[in-house]
């Protein structure tokens, strides 16, 4: 047997956003984690520019969120403008809901920030090791374990690291998936883009008229960070290696600009677009964009990642604690891999919607309008239907008691496909925003354990009476069991993610009921608890 240099509960590979996300949450459960990322460093790319209302919640649970807001840009960038070139005035406009200003539909607002000022508040936010310039390049299933083989790119030697489970966050390119032989469905490579990050003075155009993205048909404009930056993002020329890329910010800044522009850094990188077929083999777990790549129009892919890890996080720490059954995690890929789907398709609507704008734009100048005429955008005030999608998502799979004594509620209740997001307390969604107190919401009330919402004081003594699985009762206020679809004595058992795992509508669950939907929630048996 191959010598064992380091043993973990969990080896994450890839540290960006989604493995790092995934770092913290494991720490708070208590779980071992080794994280590996074969960059030498954090990348210094701004990649992913947008953190959406549901990841602010999930960071608010791990007490980062204040932190995030506060390296990020002030609300009124969270707004994208059309215009015919960066210093032209906006054509078009519209607010990213849920970013430029609070909703009540939840407790925290999300922000405009690049992906590397991101990263090193996750980064701070865990304890456990971290190996930079660590490639993963060996993955076996060893009995109750998996042989994970480590490359050091900087000295050329192998490691062997052994883990109870694997989490692959390693990017589209997934070395992980790609040693699993999982395969992917769904457009695939779509096209070469660049982006060149730039010193410029922008201001006299953008200062008064903030936005987190200027889309131009000469490729997207974003400022970069509060004190100053900014990136553009083109499909890349055929002559990329000799490109004079100052010349080519300057010329799609528009005639006239005469602006100075000082290139930092370039980076060619490929748009793709798939899902994986699975996001689950054996010990090993995909996550992130190694189980779903999202086009970048609308912000969904990192967000979708970050909601795949906090999915599973949980799952995993019951697993390795012993308080649920391995088929728990068969229950990830059941519930992320349809979101996965929708969330690409949406991504693709979102594409096909921005260029309808354009469109729309030359028909407006070939039809005679003024520079200055606006035109009306193609989508409602809920920005590419976003709120819908990332509050209302539902999950469907073992993990999750169908209310199955309850009447139907109506058909657009909770909806995660339209527009409008629809709070609902039915079994499988997100919990809805309700406030507990004047700084308190319900889902701060989620955390490392499972929470029993109930107005019935006759439930509070519970949690001393459903070892194993970790249990906290929280008071209801009566005020919301309308809202909550519960009569005076009904209850919600909220999973640690903060969906919605088990109703009951009008009696309160005794200790053996309890007991009954904790094991069914967890795929626990009686011999796997023993």
Not at 226 to 248: M, S
Not at 383 to 407: E, I, N, R
Request: proline letters at 7%; a negative charge.
């Amino acid at each position: 047997m191959p010598v064992t240099d380091t043993e973990a509960e969990v080896l994450i590979v890839g540290g960006g956003p989604v493995g790092l996300t995934a770092r913290a949450l494991l720490e708070r459960w208590g779980v071992r984690a080794l994280l590996i990322e074969k960059h030498g460093e954090l990348s210094p790319f701004p990649r992913a520019r947008l953190v959406n209302v549901r990841s602010m919640e999930i960071y608010r649970g791990l007490g980062l969120n204040a932190g995030i807001t506060a390296a990020a840009f002030a609300p009124e960038y969270g707004r994208i403008r059309f215009r015919d070139t960066l210093h032209d005035s906006d054509f078009a406009t519209a607010a990213m809901v849920g970013i430029n200003a609070p909703v009540p539909e939840s407790p925290v607002v999300g922000v405009v920030t690049s992906q590397d000022r991101l990263e090193p508040t996750l980064l701070a936010a865990a304890d456990g090791q971290v190996r930079f310039g660590v490639e993963l390049v060996g993955l076996a299933e060893d009995g109750e374990s998996v042989l994970a083989t480590l490359l050091d790119r900087r000295s050329g030697q192998e490691a062997r690291v052994r883990a109870r489970y694997v989490l692959a966050a390693d990017g589209a390119n997934s070395t992980a998936r790609q040693r699993l032989g999982i395969g992917t469905t769904g457009p695939g490579a779509m096209a070469g883009f660049t982006t060149v990050v730039f010193d410029a003075d922008l201001a006299r155009w953008c200062a008064d008229r903030p936005a987190g993205v200027y889309f131009t048909p000469h490729g997207l404009f974003a400022p970069l960070y509060p004190e100053g930056g900014w990136a553009w993002f083109a499909p890349t020329p055929e002559d990329a290696a000799h490109a004079d890329w100052a010349e080519l910010v300057s010329r799609a800044l528009g005639p006239g600009a005469g602006v100075h522009v000082d290139v930092v850094r370039v980076q060619h990188w490929t748009m793709n677009a798939f899902v994986a077929e699975r996001f689950r083999h054996g010990r090993a777990l995909l996550a992130g964009d190694a189980a779903h790549a999202i086009p970048i129009v609308g912000g969904l892919g990192m967000n979708t990642g970050i909601a795949d890890v906090h999915n599973l996080c949980w799952k995993l720490a019951g697993v390795l604690h012993g308080w649920a059954g391995p088929g728990l995690l068969d229950t990830y890929g059941t519930e992320r891999q349809p979101v996965a789907h929708r969330t690409l398709r949406q991504a693709v609507t979102n594409t096909r919607l921005m260029l309808d704008v354009q469109n729309r734009r030359r028909e407006q100048l070939r039809a005679g309008a003024a520079p200055s005429d606006r035109i009306e955008l193609p989508w409602s005030q809920r920005y590419f239907a976003q709120l819908g999608l990332v509050l209302g998502v539902s999950y469907d799979s073992d993990a999750v008691l169908t209310d199955g004594s309850a009447p139907p509620e109506p058909p657009d209740a909770g909806t995660d496909t339209g527009t409008d997001y629809v709070p609902t307390t039915m079994p499988g969604h997100r919990m809805p925003h309700l406030r507990l107190a004047q700084d308190r919401s319900t889902l701060d009330a989620f955390g490392e354990w499972f929470t029993l919402l109930t107005p019935d004081p006759d439930c509070r003594e519970q949690q001393n009476v459903v070892a194993p699985w970790p249990l906290r009762i929280e008071p209801l206020p009566h005020e919301h069991l309308d809202a909550c679809g519960l009569g005076p004595h009904g209850a919600l058992l909220i999973r640690p993610d903060g969906h919605v795992g088990a109703r009951w509508r009008d009696r309160p669950p005794g200790d053996s009921a309890l007991r009954h939907a904790l094991a069914a929630l967890t795929c626990a048996t009686s011999r796997e608890l023993s």
